[in-house]
Protein backbone atom coordinates (compact mmCIF):
# COMPACT_ATOMS: atom_id res chain seq x y z
CA UNK A 1 0.00 0.00 0.00
CA UNK A 2 1.31 3.32 -1.15
CA UNK A 3 1.68 5.75 1.86
CA UNK A 4 -0.52 8.62 1.46
CA UNK A 5 0.57 12.38 0.63
CA UNK A 6 2.56 14.27 3.32
CA UNK A 7 4.56 11.10 4.62
CA UNK A 8 8.14 11.47 4.76
CA UNK A 9 10.12 8.86 2.94
CA UNK A 10 13.43 9.20 3.70
CA UNK A 11 15.92 8.82 6.62
CA UNK A 12 15.66 12.13 8.64
CA UNK A 13 18.33 13.38 10.58
CA UNK A 14 16.55 16.73 12.30
CA UNK A 15 17.81 19.11 14.75
CA UNK A 16 15.05 20.88 16.57
CA UNK A 17 16.62 24.29 16.83
CA UNK A 18 15.41 27.93 15.38
CA UNK A 19 15.97 28.88 12.13
CA UNK A 20 19.66 31.01 11.44
CA UNK A 21 19.70 34.60 11.74
CA UNK A 22 20.38 34.97 8.05
CA UNK A 23 16.86 33.44 7.27
CA UNK A 24 14.73 35.82 5.54
CA UNK A 25 11.08 34.10 4.47
CA UNK A 26 9.30 37.41 3.31
CA UNK A 27 9.17 35.37 -0.13
CA UNK A 28 7.83 32.16 0.99
CA UNK A 29 5.44 33.66 2.69
CA UNK A 30 4.32 35.94 -0.16
CA UNK A 31 4.03 33.23 -2.48
CA UNK A 32 2.76 30.61 0.36
CA UNK A 33 -0.08 33.56 0.69
CA UNK A 34 -0.73 33.54 -3.26
CA UNK A 35 -0.93 30.00 -3.40
CA UNK A 36 -3.31 29.69 -1.30
CA UNK A 37 -5.41 32.33 -2.72
CA UNK A 38 -5.48 30.11 -5.49
CA UNK A 39 -5.57 26.87 -3.69
CA UNK A 40 -2.84 25.47 -5.19
CA UNK A 41 -1.72 24.78 -1.89
CA UNK A 42 -3.81 24.24 1.08
CA UNK A 43 -5.99 21.18 2.54
CA UNK A 44 -9.23 19.48 2.00
CA UNK A 45 -10.66 16.64 3.68
CA UNK A 46 -11.86 14.92 0.47
CA UNK A 47 -8.21 15.42 -1.24
CA UNK A 48 -5.33 13.26 -0.94
CA UNK A 49 -6.69 11.21 2.02
CA UNK A 50 -6.93 14.64 3.57
CA UNK A 51 -3.13 15.53 3.53
CA UNK A 52 -1.69 18.91 3.06
CA UNK A 53 -0.38 19.65 0.09
CA UNK A 54 2.24 22.13 -1.54
CA UNK A 55 5.50 23.64 -0.62
CA UNK A 56 7.86 26.31 -1.69
CA UNK A 57 11.71 26.75 -0.83
CA UNK A 58 14.77 29.48 -1.35
CA UNK A 59 18.42 28.75 -1.73
CA UNK A 60 20.18 29.07 1.03
CA UNK A 61 23.70 30.44 1.67
CA UNK A 62 24.02 26.76 2.16
CA UNK A 63 21.12 24.63 1.71
CA UNK A 64 17.80 26.09 1.48
CA UNK A 65 14.47 26.67 3.61
CA UNK A 66 11.88 24.92 2.69
CA UNK A 67 8.15 25.27 4.06
CA UNK A 68 7.70 22.20 6.92
CA UNK A 69 6.06 18.81 6.29
CA UNK A 70 2.14 19.56 6.39
CA UNK A 71 1.64 23.49 6.51
CA UNK A 72 0.00 23.87 3.21
CA UNK A 73 -2.99 23.86 5.49
CA UNK A 74 -2.22 26.51 7.60
CA UNK A 75 -3.67 29.82 6.82
CA UNK A 76 -0.39 31.98 7.44
CA UNK A 77 3.97 30.34 8.03
CA UNK A 78 6.00 31.95 10.69
CA UNK A 79 9.80 31.08 10.91
CA UNK A 80 8.41 28.10 12.89
CA UNK A 81 7.08 26.91 10.18
CA UNK A 82 9.79 26.73 8.20
CA UNK A 83 12.84 24.47 7.73
CA UNK A 84 16.61 24.71 7.14
CA UNK A 85 17.97 21.87 4.96
CA UNK A 86 21.92 21.34 5.07
CA UNK A 87 22.73 17.96 3.30
CA UNK A 88 21.10 15.29 1.39
CA UNK A 89 22.37 12.15 -0.08
CA UNK A 90 19.93 11.09 -2.42
CA UNK A 91 21.97 7.71 -3.03
CA UNK A 92 21.56 6.83 0.50
CA UNK A 93 17.83 8.17 1.06
CA UNK A 94 19.39 10.14 4.11
CA UNK A 95 18.45 13.86 4.49
CA UNK A 96 20.19 15.98 7.16
CA UNK A 97 18.01 19.15 8.73
CA UNK A 98 17.32 21.76 11.55
CA UNK A 99 14.66 24.09 12.68
CA UNK A 100 11.52 23.49 14.60
CA UNK A 101 9.59 21.56 11.95
CA UNK A 102 10.62 18.84 9.97
CA UNK A 103 11.12 19.29 6.85
CA UNK A 104 8.41 19.22 3.08
CA UNK A 105 8.09 15.26 1.86
CA UNK A 106 9.29 17.11 -1.18
CA UNK A 107 12.67 18.01 -0.64
CA UNK A 108 14.42 15.70 -2.39
CA UNK A 109 12.54 17.42 -5.73
CA UNK A 110 13.72 20.81 -4.53
CA UNK A 111 17.37 19.61 -3.75
CA UNK A 112 18.06 18.48 -7.49
CA UNK A 113 16.54 21.55 -9.20
CA UNK A 114 19.11 23.78 -6.76
CA UNK A 115 21.94 20.90 -7.58
CA UNK A 116 21.96 21.07 -11.45
CA UNK A 117 20.29 24.61 -12.31
CA UNK A 118 22.82 26.95 -10.39
CA UNK A 119 20.81 29.80 -10.87
CA UNK A 120 17.87 28.86 -9.86
CA UNK A 121 17.30 30.65 -6.49
CA UNK A 122 13.29 29.54 -5.80
CA UNK A 123 11.13 26.76 -5.85
CA UNK A 124 6.94 26.27 -5.57
CA UNK A 125 5.59 23.13 -6.30
CA UNK A 126 1.61 22.89 -6.11
CA UNK A 127 -1.25 20.81 -6.59
CA UNK A 128 -3.39 21.91 -9.90
CA UNK A 129 -5.44 19.18 -11.58
CA UNK A 130 -6.03 20.91 -14.79
CA UNK A 131 -2.46 22.04 -15.41
CA UNK A 132 -1.42 18.39 -14.65
CA UNK A 133 -4.52 16.92 -16.56
CA UNK A 134 -3.14 19.06 -19.90
CA UNK A 135 0.60 19.05 -18.80
CA UNK A 136 1.17 17.22 -22.29
CA UNK A 137 -0.60 19.47 -24.11
CA UNK A 138 1.21 22.70 -22.73
CA UNK A 139 4.32 20.76 -23.33
CA UNK A 140 5.09 20.41 -20.07
CA UNK A 141 8.03 17.93 -19.11
CA UNK A 142 6.58 15.16 -17.20
CA UNK A 143 8.56 12.48 -15.04
CA UNK A 144 8.07 8.80 -15.19
CA UNK A 145 4.69 7.40 -13.93
CA UNK A 146 6.48 4.72 -11.72
CA UNK A 147 8.09 7.44 -9.75
CA UNK A 148 6.62 8.17 -6.47
CA UNK A 149 6.77 11.89 -4.48
CA UNK A 150 9.38 12.11 -2.32
CA UNK A 151 11.69 9.12 -3.20
CA UNK A 152 14.92 8.89 -4.99
CA UNK A 153 13.43 7.60 -8.09
CA UNK A 154 11.35 10.95 -8.37
CA UNK A 155 14.50 12.57 -7.64
CA UNK A 156 16.82 11.13 -10.38
CA UNK A 157 13.60 11.48 -12.58
CA UNK A 158 13.85 15.44 -11.77
CA UNK A 159 17.33 15.28 -12.61
CA UNK A 160 16.66 13.58 -16.08
CA UNK A 161 14.40 16.23 -16.99
CA UNK A 162 16.62 18.91 -15.63
CA UNK A 163 19.06 17.86 -18.44
CA UNK A 164 16.64 18.75 -21.30
CA UNK A 165 16.98 22.60 -22.25
CA UNK A 166 13.51 23.86 -22.42
CA UNK A 167 12.96 22.70 -19.06
CA UNK A 168 15.82 25.03 -17.76
CA UNK A 169 14.31 27.73 -20.46
CA UNK A 170 11.04 27.56 -18.88
CA UNK A 171 11.39 26.78 -15.37
CA UNK A 172 8.56 23.89 -14.90
CA UNK A 173 7.77 20.86 -15.27
CA UNK A 174 4.89 18.08 -14.31
CA UNK A 175 4.92 14.94 -11.73
CA UNK A 176 3.32 12.62 -13.63
CA UNK A 177 3.83 9.65 -10.32
CA UNK A 178 2.57 12.30 -8.37
CA UNK A 179 -1.03 13.20 -8.67
CA UNK A 180 -1.72 17.28 -9.66
CA UNK A 181 1.97 18.09 -9.04
CA UNK A 182 3.30 20.99 -11.08
CA UNK A 183 6.71 22.25 -10.10
CA UNK A 184 8.16 25.72 -11.23
CA UNK A 185 11.56 27.69 -10.56
CA UNK A 186 13.48 30.43 -11.15
CA UNK A 187 16.36 32.89 -10.47
CA UNK A 188 14.07 35.18 -8.17
CA UNK A 189 10.98 34.07 -6.53
CA UNK A 190 8.92 36.69 -8.77
CA UNK A 191 10.15 34.89 -11.77
CA UNK A 192 8.79 31.50 -10.00
CA UNK A 193 5.79 32.90 -9.27
CA UNK A 194 5.01 34.44 -12.68
CA UNK A 195 6.08 31.57 -14.36
CA UNK A 196 3.23 29.36 -12.02
CA UNK A 197 0.57 32.55 -13.29
CA UNK A 198 1.53 32.39 -16.52
CA UNK A 199 1.06 28.51 -16.75
CA UNK A 200 -2.35 28.82 -15.40
CA UNK A 201 -3.73 31.76 -17.57
CA UNK A 202 -2.78 29.43 -20.48
CA UNK A 203 -5.66 27.28 -19.37
CA UNK A 204 -7.98 29.85 -19.79
Known sequence: MQPQDGVIKFNLEHSYAPLPS????????????????????GQHPDRYAGAAYGNISQRAPSGFLITGTQTGGQATLGLQDICWVQEIDIERNRLVSSGEIQPSSESMTHEQIYRYVVEASFVIHVHHKPLWQQAANL???????????????????????LMRSEVLETGCFSMGGHEDGI?????????????LENLVARLN
Do not use: N
Not at 26 to 41: T, V
Not at 185 to 191: E, K, L, N, T, V
Open 22 to 41: WADVQAIQYWFARCRELDMI
Open 139 to 161: GLAITATHAAYGTPEMAYEVERL
Open 183 to 195: VVFGASSDQAGKR
